[in-house]
């Protein structure tokens, strides 16, 4: 399959504690994605890190990426109930654009 | 616009019948993406315009299903003789351009086929 692949499928934190998501892809990328989806709502975006970056920070999110190993992780930092969503790594493969199969993370207040 | 919509937000139709699913993107955004999601599922890509044509048609699940752009802005989603599994939500996103900038989704349009 050309989707990229995170994991864990599903993950329980209480709320204040780190959580970390990964995503393992197959073929070469030019730039990843992560997007965010709240239950039954929309995807918003979170970062777009290019090839030739190793690591990338928004507010609590850092994102890094190994191209060696064709991954890449999230990490929400002190990580709030308004976190719990589904997180998807996100790829171009040609003419195509591929979401991973996501993580849902629920944290716990 | 402020952001991208799509109509209608519900369709219910019955199988075998035609649907036309709509999107507006933000102006200015050349990529235009169409998605499906199924019930608890990831997203499945289904086709991207870049300005008014489609590189590559072949995400899209069935000859039933075609899409067009016009204008470089609106795109429609036709399904022809909808099936039972043709229920989906059916997210439209957009881009400045294709791959390198973040996409921007829509609500999205819930199809129930009975």
């Known amino acids: 399959s050309q989707q990229g692949e995170e994991d864990p499928q599903a993950l329980s934190i209480q709320e204040g504690e780190n959580a970390t998501m990964n995503c393992s892809y197959k073929?070469?990328?030019?730039?990843l994605q992560w997007y965010r989806q709240n239950s039954g709502r929309g995807l918003v975006h979170l970062i777009l890190?290019?090839?030739?970056?190793r690591e990338k920070h928004s507010g609590r999110l850092r994102v890094t990426l190994d191209t060696s190993k064709k991954s890449s992780s999230l990490l929400i930092t002190a990580s709030r109930a308004a976190d719990t969503a589904s997180y998807f790594c996100?790829?171009?493969?040609?003419?195509?654009?591929?979401f991973g199969t996501g993580t849902s993370l629920t944290v716990i207040p | 616009g402020a952001g991208v919509s799509q109509s209608p937000s519900n369709k219910v139709t019955e199988k075998g019948k035609d649907v036309e699913l709509r999107c507006d993107p933000i102006?200015?955004?050349?990529?235009l993406y169409w998605y499906r999601q199924s019930l608890g599922q990831g997203l499945e890509f289904l086709i991207y315009?870049?300005?008014?044509?489609?590189?590559?048609k072949s995400g899209l699940p069935s000859d039933r299903f075609s899409a067009e752009r016009t204008g470089g802005s609106v795109s429609t989603l036709t399904i022809q003789r909808t099936q039972q599994e043709d229920s989906a939500v059916y997210l439209c996103?957009?881009?400045?351009?294709?791959?390198?900038?973040?996409?921007?989704f829509g609500p999205g349009t819930r199809l129930t086929v009975l």
């Open positions: 996103a957009s881009s400045l351009i294709f791959e390198a900038s973040e996409q921007f």
């Open positions: 073929t070469s990328i030019n730039n």
């Open positions: 890190i290019r090839s030739n970056e």
């Open positions: 996100a790829k171009a493969a040609g003419n195509q654009f591929y």
């Open positions: 102006s200015g955004h050349t990529a």
């Open positions: 315009f870049q300005g008014n044509s489609a590189p590559d």
